[in-house]
């Protein structure tokens, strides 16, 4: 499949706000779930929020819930996460995945990860 691509990291100070965003040339997406996740230097990579293929049904991680926001627009075929009162223990590479035919929360959060379709990542680093 035509690997997602992700767009918005940088650098920012603690408090600030950032827009991560998700889409995939020349395929769809529309029909399936999607999720974010990041990896910090030295760690495993972990979950951060999914959401169906609706945008309905969302699901965090406790350690984002309340200032992160993971959406999608079908019409542009593009996910979205605003992570808003960023903190320096937020620095990671952020990867955007997709389902190849879940639709449900599920498909993304109980997926092995090889059983997704992976973008490259955006650096996000926030300094205190």
């Known amino acids: 499949q035509v690997p997602l691509t992700e767009s918005g990291g940088g650098l920012v100070q603690a408090g600030d706000s950032l827009r991560l965003s998700c889409t995939a040339p020349?395929?769809?997406?529309?029909?399936?779930?999607m999720g974010w996740f990041r990896q910090a230097p030295g760690k495993e990579r972990e979950f951060v929020a999914a959401?169906?293929?609706?945008?309905?049904?969302?699901y965090y991680a406790d350690s984002v819930k309340g200032r992160f926001t993971i959406s999608r627009d079908n019409n542009k075929n593009t996910m979205y996460l605003t992570m808003d009162r960023l903190k320096p223990e937020d620095t990671a590479v952020y990867y955007c995945a997709n389902s190849p035919d879940g639709n449900s929360i599920a498909a993304i959060v109980q997926a092995p990860p090889r059983n997704l379709n992976w973008g490259q990542g955006t650096q996000v680093t926030v300094s205190a």
């Open positions: 959401i169906n293929w609706s945008g309905y049904n969302t």
């Open positions: 020349g395929r769809s997406l529309t029909t399936v779930s």
